[in-house]
């Protein structure tokens, strides 16, 4: 059984930062893909970014030049640096590991407010 913590969510003014973490743990394929999506209150779950475990990166349009996916194979933990926040970036932020099955994790919310 795979499990996903994520970490780092929180409130931020609009223009500011935040880095998101997701560790796995559990038994899961060495390649595989994790990533984030986000959903807003009324919208679906949409894409934010996936890094697989070769580092092939694919970014939504609506984050590219401001967010950054970055991982650490060896602690099984993916990174999303998250510049220039926008209040249009509210939203719960879940971590995603595409390994044979996906899991998914809790979720973090991200508020971007003044």
């Known amino acids: 059984q795979v499990q996903l913590v994520e970490s780092g969510g929180g409130l931020v003014q609009p223009g500011g930062s935040l880095r998101l973490s997701c560790s796995a743990s559990g038994n899961f394929f060495r390649l595989n893909i994790m990533g984030w999506y986000r959903q807003a209150p009324g919208k679906e779950r949409e894409l934010v970014a996936t890094?697989?475990?070769?580092?092939?990166?694919d970014y939504a349009d609506f984050v590219k030049g401001r967010f950054t996916i970055s991982r650490d194979n060896a602690k099984n933990t993916v990174y999303l640096q998250m510049n220039s926040l926008e209040p249009e970036d509210t939203a719960v932020y879940y971590c995603?590991?595409?390994?044979?099955?996906?899991?998914w994790g809790q979720g973090t919310q991200v508020t971007v407010s003044s």
């Open positions: 995603v590991l595409k390994s044979g099955v996906i899991t």
């Open positions: 890094l697989t475990s070769g580092g092939t990166s």
